[in-house]
């Protein structure tokens, strides 16, 4: 049974970090991109970072770049989105999500084309991360 575990949500001021983990049983892992996407309260889930297990390349939203940084360890079947300089507007539910690696456009591409969650089969559980003021 293919599963996702989203963790690190905590609550930090602004200015704060923090770094989410997603221990995920898929295999083989390094056929599967990982995305992290968040949704806030009244937003649709928008699609953050993106890393493709098998060359580890990775892909930014323009909200995330040079903020965030994901990042992944093959052996433990982990992804890691390292968040630094979090503001107010980064308070969301964070997600983990798998999909195969052909199934997906370019990472460009992806995060352009509308209903992106729908292209993700599996699903963490998400954890909240809320920046004060």
């Known amino acids: 049974e293919v599963q996702l575990q989203a963790s690190g949500g905590g609550v930090v001021p602004a200015g704060g970090s923090l770094r989410l983990s997603c221990v995920a049983s898929?295999?083989?892992?390094?056929?599967?991109?990982i995305v992290w996407f968040r949704q806030a309260p009244g937003k649709e889930r928008e699609g953050v970072a993106y890393?493709?297990?098998?060359?580890?390349?990775?892909y930014y939203s323009d909200a995330a770049k040079g903020r965030f940084t994901v990042s992944g360890d093959n052996a433990e079947a982990t992804v890691y989105l390292q968040m630094n300089s979090l503001k107010p507007e980064d308070t969301a539910i964070y997600y983990c999500?798998?999909?195969?690696?052909?199934?997906?456009?370019?990472?460009?591409?992806?995060?352009?084309?509308?209903?992106?969650?729908?292209?993700?089969?599996?699903w963490g559980q998400g954890t909240q991360v809320t920046v004060s003021s």
């Open positions: 999500a798998a999909a195969e690696s052909i199934s997906l456009p370019t990472p460009r591409l992806l995060f352009k084309i509308p209903n992106v969650p729908r292209r993700f089969k599996y």
């Open positions: 898929i295999f083989p892992f390094d056929h599967y991109t």
């Open positions: 890393i493709k297990n098998g060359d580890h390349s990775t």
